[in-house]
């Protein structure tokens, strides 16, 4: 699922779980600052909470062990399949309309107070200062200022009203009115989120409520002003307004016995039970992501070293690019179990359609034996040559793909990086008569990567593996442009692979007719936190990177 729909289905949920542990276990209850504060955690929690890998954050931590990572690396030709309108950005569009339209809906609002404080004149009544209205208003605040229009009431009913008014203006009630509206622009479509909005604006009043009667106020006389007041129309959205439409909760909640603390308990088991639950389902989601759908095409060279290679290939299957383990005095642990410990490099690709047997060659010569045959530590590299480049090479026997097979003098340090050049998916230019390469060829440019790609500590803590896909263009001058992250495994893996490539020296272009042209390619480093018999030139990321 996209991260985008995660944060906003989690989000909801936590709004949803808060108001009901308030609607079943608290609304009752006469704390009502406590349930302020509750609402005010309600709407903090619900926004900020999904943001956090709470997944990373309960992993166990591991110390980064000196020989923490393999770093494999392969070229290969991979075009992003060509994308509509799918339905996760439809709701993603529709949902930032809807905050746009909401958002214009506040501003509105917000410009009806403005308009109306315009127009209103500073005045006093005893020791009530006051913005007087002349328009057809019922008495409310915001902010620090109170509006009314005294000729719409009776002389001793303007006490009752400052009072209450007053209160409203010294607990900043009016920010507990604006961070529901901001919330209602962004969760809308969710019941509960207006349910809470209403809480919240009854809750206020509430403790407004309660404030003024233990000033000294009349209850009666309070309660019959409310009933006065409730009859008057034309009320500004946004303040905090002397009437309630459920006139009979407040004036219930007024009479109301105070609840005993006895029941403060209700709130040390609501709180803990809603924002687990909100965690449990965060981290039920935790590591959904959306990626590109991807389609692998075949490419002229593939080094590999898998002796089943040949018949993987012949049934169109992934081949895999393995190094075998080699005995070393500073790994003794591993000559016990050398056939069993390998470290994966690569990932090869899919064949023609074809069934037929590809053509093996071995140093040169046609083999007509199994690659299976040869010891894995003779093997210096295999190549799988396809399509047009096999027919060149090998006429009508290297038609179904031909399996170059090198052997070596000397041994190749296992969770080495094997790169293999390939013709690019180009959206630039296509099929260039010489394709580009590292300058000092691919190896170095692999000892390039060794040594600047830094495993970010993030992503070790998390024990995150697997493999991230770049892009980039080889331009005219051989600089690498236009990177981009075509699939990340996040906790910073894919930034760190931007960086180290940004860094990279430049290749040598691609030429077509002798000129040099612009080449598009794709580059996947697959990265596995995997022991190797020495310490990897990679260091991993200082937590400040």
């Known amino acids: 699922m996209n991260e985008f729909l995660i944060y906003i289905v989690e ?42 890998d709470w997944l990373a954050l309960f992993q166990e931590r591991v110390a980064i062990p000196a020989t923490m990572m393999s770093l494999a690396m392969g070229w290969e030709a991979v075009a992003i399949a060509e994308q509509s309108l799918s339905m996760t950005n439809v709701v993603e ?33 005893r020791a009530y200062v006051y913005r007087k209205s002349a328009e057809d208003i019922v008495p409310f605040s915001f902010w620090k200022n109170v509006y009314m229009n005294p000729d719409r009431h009776l002389e001793n009913e303007y006490d009752q009203i400052l009072e209450h008014e007053f209160v409203h203006v ?13 919330v209602v622009l962004f969760f809308w479509y969710n019941p509960f989120c207006w349910l809470l909005r209403s809480a919240v604006r009854e809750n206020i009043e509430f403790i407004t409520d309660r404030k003024v009667l233990a ?3 009349d209850r009666k006389s309070y309660q019959y002003s409310l ?29 109301k016995k105070r609840s005993s603390t006895a029941h ?33 095409k075949p490419f002229d060279f593939q080094v590999v070293a898998d002796g089943n290679a040949e018949d993987k290939l ?15 005095k500073q790994q003794d642990t591993l000559k016990k179990d050398t056939a069993k410990k390998t470290v994966l490099t690569g990932v090869g690709v899919k ?19 199994k690659l299976d045959q040869i010891k894995p530590e003779d093997i210096e590299r295999i190549e799988v040559l396809k399509g047009e480049s096999a027919e060149a090479l090998y006429g009508e026997k290297g038609k179904h793909g031909v399996i170059v097979v090198t052997t070596k003098g000397g041994s190749k340090q296992p969770g080495s990086i094997t790169i293999r050049p390939a013709v690019a998916q180009d959206s630039v230019f296509s099929n260039p008569d010489v394709s580009p390469s590292p300058i000092g060829g691919f190896e170095s440019f692999f000892q390039f990567v060794s040594e600047n790609y830094r495993y970010p500590k993030a992503a070790v803590d998390a024990k995150v593996e697997g493999r991230v896909i770049l892009q980039f263009v080889v331009e005219k001058d051989g600089s690498l442009v236009d990177i981009k992250t075509l699939r990340d495994l996040g906790h910073g893996t894919g930034e760190a692979a931007v960086r180290m490539l940004k860094t990279a020296p430049k290749w040598n272009p691609a030429t077509r007719h002798g000129e040099p042209v612009r080449v598009q390619f794709t580059l996947p480093i697959q990265l596995n936190l995997a022991p190797a018999d020495k310490t990897p030139e990679n260091k991993p990321a200082n937590p400040s990177d």
């Open 264 to 296: 403060l308990s209700k709130y040390a088991l609501i709180l803990p039970i809603v924002v687990a639950g909100s965690l449990v389902f965060g981290l039920s989601h935790a590591g959904e992501s959306e990626s590109l759908p991807m389609e692998t």
């Open 227 to 255: 009933l006065n007041i409730s009859t008057l129309s034309n009320q500004p959205v946004m303040g905090n307004h002397f009437n309630l439409k459920n006139l009979k909760t407040r004036i219930m909640m007024m009479n």
């Open 314 to 328: 012949a049934k169109n299957e992934i081949i895999h690019i393995k190094e075998a383990v080699h005995e070393d």
């Open 11 to 52: 989000a909801n949920v936590a709004l949803a779980l808060f108001y009901l542990g308030y609607r079943f276990f608290l609304k009752d209850l006469t704390f009502y600052r406590l349930n302020r504060y509750y609402f005010l955690l309600a709407f903090i929690f619900a926004s900020l909470y999904p943001a956090v």
């Open 93 to 125: 569009y529709l949902f930032w309309i809807s905050a746009g339209v909401f958002t214009v809906r506040l501003l509105i609002q917000l410009s009806g107070i403005w308009r109306i404080h315009a127009k209103s004149t500073p005045s006093h009544w």
């Open 351 to 369: 064949s023609d359609t074809s069934k037929q047997k590809p053509l093996y060659v071995l140093d040169g010569e046609i083999f007509t034996g």
């Open 215 to 217: 000033s000294g106020v």
């Open 170 to 182: 010294k607990q900043l009630h009016s920010l507990d009115i604006l961070l529901t509206e901001f």
